[in-house]
């Protein structure tokens, strides 16, 4: 069975710190990754990644898969407490037909304290 | 519209009663996702519609759910007879045909049953 699954489950960090956040997957005919941030409603994008070793950035969140691994990593850099949501970690296949649907994992808990 | 949007945004019912939920998609996506949120737990994937193909119903927990949808627009998805197990969030998403694009989520109806 298809699964995803992130870690550490929560995180409390002090604003200015580093914090890596772990995802793996065991995923049939693995085709993407996804990061979301969900604060108090709906998750938002922030990156699909396709190939390995390519980071993807985006102010002072990057993101890398690691294929060999199974893995993927979200780093978020001088942490704000505006960081402070859940990060959900998400897998796709390549599948026939037109099922689209992501394997979740049940996300990261990030409190960032002032 | 500029993003995905569900109503009601909340939604308080007695057990036993029937309830709608609506979404409407992003305009030009024509994948439409419903999942499931319980408290501190991770996303359930419902149902997923594409175009005019049959809908993925595999994540519909019981014959009370269903969902219907009106050709690439609005979606409504039905619980009838409600148990407080139903009590969650809502999430719809939507994405567009593109390969392998992002799904972008609404708000979320919060479901509680009394």
């Known amino acids: 069975e298809d699964k995803v699954v992130q870690s550490p489950l929560s995180l409390v960090v002090h604003e200015g710190d580093t914090v890596t956040l772990n995802c793996s997957y065991e995923?049939?005919?693995?085709?993407?990754l996804l990061w979301y941030k969900q604060e108090k409603k709906a998750p938002t994008f922030l990156f699909m990644l396709?190939?390995s070793g390519i980071e993807k950035k985006s102010g002072r969140l990057s993101s890398i898969l690691d294929k060999k691994e199974l893995s993927s990593i979200l780093n978020i850099t001088a942490t704000q407490t505006g960081d402070s949501a859940i990060y959900l970690c998400a897998g796709t296949n390549f599948r026939t037909g037109n099922n689209r649907k992501l394997i979740w994992g049940l996300g990261t808990s990030l409190a960032v304290n002032p | 519209g500029a993003g995905v949007s569900q109503s009601p945004s909340n939604k308080v019912t007695e057990k036993g009663k029937d309830v709608e939920l609506r979404c409407d998609p992003i305009?030009?996506?024509?994948?439409l996702y419903w999942y499931r949120q319980r408290l501190g737990q991770g996303l359930e994937f419902l149902i997923y519609?594409?175009?005019?193909?049959?809908?993925?119903k595999s994540g519909l927990p019981s014959d009370r759910f269903s969902a219907e949808r009106t050709g690439e627009s609005v979606s409504t998805l039905t619980i009838q007879r409600t148990q407080q197990e139903d009590s969650a969030v809502y999430l719809c998403?939507?994405?567009?045909?593109?390969?392998?694009?992002?799904?972008?989520f609404g708000d979320g109806t919060r479901l509680s049953i009394l």
């Open positions: 519609f594409q175009g005019n193909s049959a809908p993925d």
């Open positions: 396709t190939s």
């Open positions: 305009s030009g996506h024509t994948a």
């Open positions: 995923v049939t005919n693995f085709r993407s």
């Open positions: 998403a939507s994405s567009s045909d593109l390969s392998n694009q992002p799904q972008h």
